[in-house]
């Protein structure tokens, strides 16, 4: 029998359990008024909610750009262009022709401030695509150890309120992640504080959302045992995941009780 729980790194579409981060992450996209931040603690599954996000939310009009922050830049530029070159890169039958004009104008603006040449290329891409730019930034804790990390996040900030100015903004909207405080985002108390994204509050598995998974993973456990496994893993996704996969292994070629459940755990 094929084993369905695997060590995958990026949980598949089949076995993905939404939850009502998944949910908000999917209002705050369709109003496109606030940016999102999910706050969460580690081993929540944060990651595989951004992915599964850019992986159902996105359409042919769309593009989603997901980005790892855990590898900060030297300067902010280079971080701005960094946004813009993944948006490209893995976009590029989108934005072929509209990159090879902001390269051309990328000498042309390396006197202006960082942040200038920023909106003046996000603009450009949102110009050429009919639909939304989501911008999903991880693990934004990595670049707020930066010494320029303020410039990245105050820009963010900025550009919800530039939407008077430039109309096209209201199709680009940021999906954030991290453990860190919204309030605590920009260090700088001279600088206004991040204060305008909305929170996003990822949960562990409620007893129905830890009941579709165990159908989702094909474990056949009676009402006893399955209330043992939420007992033990308390709907903590990680740990039930890793639970429920030993489970799978010894299902195998023994009968599960709850007995061995306990073995399991404490093994």
């Known amino acids: 029998m094929t084993k369905i729980l695997k060590p995958y790194t990026i949980i598949p579409r089949e076995l993905y359990v ?19 931040y999910v706050l969460v603690s580690r081993q929540m599954g944060k ?14 009009k769309d593009v989603f750009v997901y980005i790892d922050l855990s590898n900060p830049f030297e300067d902010a530029r280079s971080c701005f262009e960094n946004v813009i070159d993944s948006a490209v890169d893995t976009n590029y039958e ?4 509209v990159s090879k004009e902001i390269n051309e104008r990328r000498a042309e603006l390396r006197n202006t401030p960082p942040h200038k040449q920023h909106i003046y290329e996000l603009r450009q891409l949102i110009k050429s695509i009919d639909g939304k730019l989501v911008i999903i930034l991880d693990e ?7 010494s320029y990390s303020d410039q990245i996040f105050a820009q963010i ?5 530039s939407r008077i100015n430039y109309v096209e903004l209201e199709r680009l ?10 309030n605590e985002i920009i260090k700088d ?6 204060n305008i994204g909305q929170k996003i509050f990822l949960n562990d598995f409620n007893k129905e959302e830890f009941t579709h998974f165990l159908v989702k993973s094909n474990l056949n456990l ?12 308390g709907g903590n996704p990680r740990m039930t995941w890793d639970v429920c996969s030993e489970i799978e292994n010894y299902s195998k070629h023994s009968e599960l009780t709850l007995e061995s459940i306990d073995i399991i755990v404490n093994g």
């Open 222 to 233: 009676t009402a006893e045992l399955s209330k043992r496994v939420f007992y033990w893993t």
């Open 18 to 36: 939404n939850r009502d981060a998944d949910r908000q992450i999917k209002n705050i996209i369709k109003d496109m008024g606030r940016p999102g």
């Open 140 to 146: 934004i804790d990595a670049l707020t150890k930066t």
């Open 94 to 97: 989108k934005f072929a022709e």
């Open 189 to 194: 108390p001279k600088i206004s504080p991040f």
């Open 47 to 60: 990651t595989n909610l951004l992915l599964n996000a850019k992986r159902e939310l996105e359409t042919p």
């Open 173 to 182: 909207t940021y999906i954030l992640s991290g453990v860190i405080e919204p």
């Open 157 to 161: 900030r900025s550009i919800y309120f």
